[in-house]
């Protein structure tokens, strides 16, 4: 009987030991956005030619804004700029006009494709204040709180 309770006490113990070691293992944090695309700010965005883009989505998430795209292409490699105009407005909050710039690469191939881009807001901010954001293409305002 003593033997049958040490060995059950062994076991709750390991069991216990083996749960708290589980708890106490550091907490693996999400992966990084890799490839992310500093916005800048231009005198003139009229100057720059894009090939054509269709936007699917926006969403915004502290300083970093993901897009979804679409556009032709499948043959080469797409590079993706994102510029805003230098020039806001004086309204509460303040407004600046942003655009993507796609650059295919004069591929002509016809597959669709469709991905999601990451941009980096903080050239747009102004201050620590909101600004909206008119990015074009893209029907809604979008709101953006610069994180410090």
């Excluded at 897009?67 to 407005?89: A, P, R």
């Excluded at 002509?108 to 204040?129: K, N, P, Q, T």
Aim: charged share 25%; glycine share 6%; hydrophobic share 40%.
């Amino acid at each position: 009987m003593k033997l049958y309770t040490l060995s059950l006490f062994a076991i709750v113990s390991l069991l216990v030991a083996c749960t708290n070691a589980k708890e106490l293992e550091p907490e693996v944090e999400a992966p990084q956005d890799t490839n992310v695309i500093k916005g800048v700010v231009v005198t003139d965005m009229n100057s720059y030619k894009s090939d054509p883009l269709g936007i699917t989505s926006v969403v915004v998430d502290k300083n970093k804004m993901r897009v979804g795209v679409k556009y032709s292409g499948g043959c080469k490699k797409h590079e993706f700029e994102l510029m805003g105009n230098k020039m806001i407005s004086k309204s509460l909050p303040p407004k600046r006009s942003i655009k993507i710039f796609h650059h295919a690469d004069s591929d002509d191939c016809r597959e669709i494709i469709e991905e999601i881009i990451v941009f980096d807001l903080s050239a747009f901010a102004v201050g620590d204040g909101e600004i909206t954001l008119r990015l074009d293409g893209w029907e809604e305002p979008i709101s953006y709180l610069p994180i410090r």
